[in-house]
């Protein structure tokens, strides 16, 4: 069973939804218990750094992952601004991230002749940075939906999963041990996210 770590922030619906589409079970959870007991977990995440660990922290649930993820080892994946809070910082707030990956997170700098915009909005190409489980070789292209102002810079290199070009070479996914985290949205990219999801579930459950 997937837990969604329901705080109130995030699209835990639609990543419900494509759970159960995989046939996949999978439960959304505000419980401290539930979390730490969880079998794997998916922390997802839309709006504000400062805002969402607010949240985390109001509602007592840091404790709780930190228990799961870093004692029990418990499998989990960060999605978008959910993936950004592994890091220890962010250029959008103050407050202290949940640490579990060596990164910060920094704004996305583009130069005017570029005529790229900030926050980048839409699909973009992938490229394989490190051996990853999440993005298995396949043929095509691996394409997915952003929707983001914000990248995390890794300590490691051999924490980036992947990237891509956006002026500059952006992280966008990472894989730590039990901890990975992808800044696209999964849940809103089709074929590509139904078979990352399945790659990352098929992985824990081994």
Not at 1 to 10: A, E, R
């Amino acid at each position: 069973m997937i837990t969604v770590v329901d705080y109130g922030v995030g699209n835990i619906g639609a990543l419900l939804n494509m759970f159960d589409y995989l046939g996949i079970d999978a439960q959304a959870s505000g419980d401290a218990d539930t979390i730490v007991n969880a079998q794997r977990l998916v922390l997802p995440g839309i709006g504000a750094f400062d805002k969402a660990m607010s949240t985390l922290n109001e509602r007592n649930l840091v404790t709780s992952l930190n228990q799961a993820v870093l004692v029990k080892r418990t499998p989990v994946i960060g999605v978008c601004l959910g993936m950004q809070l592994l890091a220890r910082r962010s250029d959008e707030g103050v407050l202290p991230g949940l640490g579990w990956i060596d990164a910060d997170v920094r704004r996305i700098e583009v130069t005017p002749r570029s005529r790229l915009k900030v926050p980048h909005i839409g699909w973009a190409d992938i490229r394989l940075a490190s051996p990853s489980s999440l993005f298995p070789p396949v043929e095509e292209t691996e394409r997915f939906y952003f929707d983001h102002g914000y990248h995390m810079v890794c300590d490691n290199p051999a924490d980036v999963a992947a990237v891509i070009d956006y002026e500059n070479v952006l992280c966008c996914a990472v894989e730590h041990g039990n901890i990975s985290g992808v800044q696209f949205h999964p849940e809103k990219s089709h074929r590509f996210g139904m078979r990352l999801l399945q790659n990352w579930a098929m992985k824990v459950s081994q």
